[in-house]
């Protein structure tokens, strides 16, 4: 019942502003102008009163043209974490209206910032994702209102339009921030996948990876022939890599985004799942879906270091690298008792994109150098994390993912105003 009064009301081509501006213009029309015959205040408030009226009919002409008009849009949307990217919707004659302004919002999205940029054949929508998400519509709010102010209408639209998110990826980010955690001593296992030394050849198919192709035998024989692994059997994983959903987890998304695409790409074998998904998985384009998907899966944030034993059979798991948010929260409770259940050797590698701890001077003292009241809240985040997993006995890593830089905790530990 709220929500249609409140419907209805957003209807009424009115604001604030303009219903005052209404009364101030009756009033003194009535008791000022025609009472005083003052003919220049009489013209002052019959233009403003029509001014007020054509706004008012314009900006209600345009949204009922665009609450029923069929706007076309395009099936899916794949965009990029703080990439501009272009929605496929366009208001052709928003272009040629004058003094009319029209804002969308994404309702049933968080963290999308809606621009309209004008062009030859009208309003473009663009769009910049602060949030990795998958959704299977999109909830569109049309606010259309005058340049002055004085009249808006409200209404909403549902678009049959999916919308995947993908974090961005880490600069430069060293896979070995992974390797060097892995064991030396896997044991060969009938189960495992069919993985040797490129010995083998055969002929070139259509998608093998152009770095295998023997090109020294192309150029003396005109034939591709592509390299292939000996039939030997890999060994089982003993290494799992685990995201863990969480306030401030963006950072982290796209840093074990980038550490386990390049891991299946250099051929190492290693299991990955996030919180949220059933199962874990060696594929990296699965991975990626699940580190989407875990973004609808913050309020139980590191459970899946509790369920790891349970999720994967045939395995004999020994380490947990283990993707953590940079902020504080319940995660932490429940990586802490998820160790404690499994008995996994853990690290934990944070993600931020905040600036580094501030650096002791040698001859001046730290608060001497202004810095960012935001910047030290979000230090101090990052330090309550490393302090509370360093207490539960994991060990932590933190990488830049701007630049792919590994920091160390120590600057964390200490005093970071």
């Not at 010995?199 to 192709?213: A, F, T």
Request: with cysteine; charged share 20%.
């Amino acid at each position: 019942m709220k929500r249609s009064l409140r419907a209805c009301f957003d209807w009424i081509p009115l604001t604030a502003r303009g219903a005052v501006s209404i009364v101030v213009a009756g009033v003194a029309l009535r008791y000022l102008a025609l009472q005083e015959h003052d003919r220049l205040l009489l013209a002052a408030c019959v233009g403003g009163l029509f001014v007020i009226a054509v706004m008012a009919l314009a900006v209600l002409a345009t949204g009922l043209w665009l609450r029923f008009r069929n706007l076309p849009v395009p099936d899916r949307i794949d965009a990029m974490e703080s990439v501009q990217c272009e929605t496929g919707l366009t208001l052709p004659l928003l272009a040629s209206i004058p003094c009319v302004v029209v804002n969308m919002r994404w309702l049933n999205c968080d963290g999308v910032q809606v621009d309209l940029s004008r062009g030859r054949d009208g309003c473009h929508e663009t769009i910049r994702v602060s949030q990795r998400m998958q959704r299977s519509e999109i909830v569109r709010q049309f606010e259309v209102g005058d340049v002055f102010g004085l009249s808006s209408v409200k209404f909403c639209r549902t678009f049959a339009q999916a919308v995947r998110v993908e974090p961005l990826p880490a600069a430069g980010c060293s896979i070995a921030q992974v390797r060097r955690d892995q064991q030396g001593d896997d044991l060969v296992h009938p189960n495992g996948k069919p993985h040797g030394d490129l010995v083998e050849m055969r002929h070139y198919r259509p998608g093998d990876p152009l770095k295998l192709v023997l090109w020294k035998h192309y150029a003396r024989t005109r034939q591709l022939l592509v390299r292939q692994p000996e039939n030997s059997i890999a060994s089982m994983s003993q290494t799992i890599a685990c995201f863990v959903a969480g306030p401030g987890d963006q950072a982290s998304a796209g840093v074990a985004r980038t550490i386990v695409t390049e891991l299946k790409q250099a051929g190492e074998e290693i299991l990955f799942q996030a919180d949220g998904s059933a199962a874990a998985t060696d594929s990296s384009a699965e991975a990626i879906e699940q580190i989407i998907l875990s973004a609808d899966a913050r309020q139980s944030g590191g459970g899946i270091v509790a369920g790891i034993g349970s999720t994967i059979q045939d395995h004999v798991i020994k380490h947990c690298v283990a993707f953590v948010p940079s902020q504080p929260g319940t995660w932490i409770d429940r990586v802490v008792a998820g160790q404690a259940a499994s008995q996994l050797q853990i690290d934990a590698i944070i993600g931020v994109d905040e600036p580094a701890p501030p650096r002791r001077h040698r001859f001046f003292p730290s608060w001497a150098f202004h810095r960012d009241p935001g910047d030290m809240i979000q230090l101090q985040q990052v330090q309550t994390v490393v302090d509370r997993l360093s207490a539960a006995g994991i060990s932590t890593r933190i990488i830049h993912r701007r630049s792919g830089q590994a920091w160390s905790t120590a600057g964390y530990r200490g005093e970071v105003a």
